[in-house]
């Protein structure tokens, strides 16, 4: 989208401007209502007698722009010079400014797209804090009632101490996603249950004798019932109504973005010939194969989760490329009281600060000429050139998927562990083709507040067939060892 500024009312020389872009002044506004007032006149004729009056419509029309932009004048919101520069806007605006303003209402948003900025807010979590969306989203998402509500608030920015529900829920996720033995139990028990739908995509043949199916629904439906096997109780005071409400409410951090993420990576590896016959053979090194006799010779394929975070760097590379294209969220923060970030933009108390994710995505200054394209090899180049370079990555704030700071995601050892297995089996196991012949990228369906990775706004038909030579084949997955952190641009 791009930005269009207000077109002035009157020419340059006749405005005297504030520092905010194309708003006139009120005397401006008055000088050019008076002066249609002299243009514009209608003539009335009585019995004999011409006269010349002013044109009631145009005296009307003056009277309430004046007035309109009188109260706008006296009354609206006053800034003060410091402040990030006030953008007036007809449509959703892509600034190359590093940090401006928008006027939404009684409230002002601060929109800050440069990395840099980003970070300051990110180390500033008190003043600029997150907290306050947690308690005005609360009653929607999770239905919470004046006693839910209570627990959420007491000592919500643990300014009292490690006490009171957010501070231990906060807590206890953290401690449940990093890797390690809960990390790799949720793992373990969300694969071994996608392996049940991914054997059962014989069902519902066509009249071809080959699978056909609405490519979301498919993963949707997967992921839903997958990545739900395991979920721990929330408590602190609050009933089982409350509880039931919460763990509902958690299913959007769970689903509303690993499962969009998982049907763009299909889309983009099996719409690339090339790209996915080099996956296949990156995956293929860390896949074992041994048959077991049993009442049956049995064939089983098993691919090592443990060893995809170092073994499969394509891979990786694309889940990466993945988010970064088709991320749209936004990271907001709520001024707790004045301040002056970074020694350069002053910030009024009770505004809004929101850090959208793909102007971030596209700076070519940071991510190459390219930044509109599918590259799955950029992450690998990137990091070589890193190497090079002698630093470790790239600025900390350039990529913003998972957000950053105070509120990065938790889960995102586990949506990449997950993600990786998931489209790895998936591009070993079958072939995989649009009913029609042609890949075609389908729009985004807007409107998803909650979801960082939109899903598609239209049906994906697909046909899927195993892949010769792996007929008769089972699959799994093995978990040697614990699950790795994986390193990735995040933070």
């Known amino acids: 989208t791009e930005h269009a500024l207000d077109p002035p009312l009157v020419p340059p020389p006749l405005a005297f401007r504030s520092r905010s872009y194309g708003r006139p002044t009120l005397g ?40 309109l932009f009188s109260v706008n004048y ?19 605006a892509k600034h190359p400014l590093p940090a401006f303003t928008l006027q939404t209402l009684s409230k002002r948003t601060y929109v800050v797209n440069s990395p840099d900025l980003v970070s300051a807010v990110q180390k500033n979590a008190k003043i600029l804090s997150f907290n306050p969306f947690i308690s005005f989203v609360s009653p929607r998402i999770f239905d919470a009632d004046e006693r839910a509500m209570a ?19 906060g807590r206890g996720i953290h401690n449940t996603l990093a890797p390690g033995a809960s990390l790799d139990w949720m793992t373990k028990t969300m694969l071994t249950k996608y392996v049940e739908f991914v054997d059962n995509l014989g069902e519902g043949k066509n009249d071809n004798g080959a699978p056909e199916l609405d490519l979301y629904k498919w993963v949707r439906k997967a992921f839903t019932v997958s990545s739900t096997e395991a979920d721990a109780a929330i ?6 109504q409350h509880a039931a409400r919460f763990q509902v409410g958690n299913l959007l951090g769970v689903l509303v973005n690993a499962t969009p993420t998982f049907f763009w990576m299909l889309v983009f590896v099996f719409s690339n010939t090339d790209l996915l016959a080099d996956l296949r053979e990156e995956i293929s090194s860390v896949v074992t194969t041994e048959t077991i ?35 749209h969220n936004s990271s907001s923060r709520w001024v707790t009281r004045d301040f002056l970030l970074a020694d350069r933009y002053f910030l009024k108390a009770n505004s809004v600060i929101q850090m959208p994710g793909h102007p971030i995505h596209t700076l070519t200054s940071i991510w190459g000429p390219d930044v509109e394209s599918f590259n799955p090899r950029r992450f690998i180049k990137l990091e070589n050139q890193n190497r090079m370079l002698g630093r470790q990555k790239q600025h900390p704030a350039s990529f913003r998927s998972f957000g950053g700071g105070a509120t990065l995601c938790p889960g995102r050892h586990f949506a ?15 072939d995989l083709q649009p009913v029609g012949g042609v890949w075609k990228l389908p729009k985004w369906k807007h409107g998803k507040v909650a979801s960082a990775i939109p899903p598609p706004a239209e049906d994906v038909k697909v046909r899927i067939t195993v892949r010769k030579g792996m007929e008769g084949m089972k699959w799994r997955y093995g978990f040697e060892g614990s699950v790795s952190k994986f390193e990735m641009f995040a933070g």
């Open 416 to 430: 990449t562990a997950e993600l990786c297995a998931t489209v790895a089996m998936f591009a070993m196991r079958f």
């Open 74 to 92: 006296f009354l609206g919101p006053k800034y003060d010079p410091r402040e990030p520069p006030v953008i007036h806007q007809k449509i959703p």
């Open 235 to 240: 408590k602190n005071g609050c009933t089982v």
């Open 151 to 169: 627990a959420i608030n007491e000592n919500i920015d643990g300014e009292q101490g490690h006490w009171g529900l957010m501070p231990e829920l």
């Open 28 to 67: 401006a506004v008055v000088a050019a209502g008076f002066r249609r007032h002299r243009t514009n006149t209608v003539v009335l004729s009585q019995n004999t007698m011409d006269q010349t009056v002013p044109g009631v419509t145009t005296v009307c029309l003056a009277f309430t722009v004046v007035l």
């Open 293 to 327: 006799s049993q009442l049956e010779i049995e064939t089983f394929n098993t691919i090592s989760v443990t060893k995809v975070k170092d073994g499969c760097p394509l891979l990786l590379s694309t889940y990466q490329e993945t988010m970064r294209l088709q991320t």
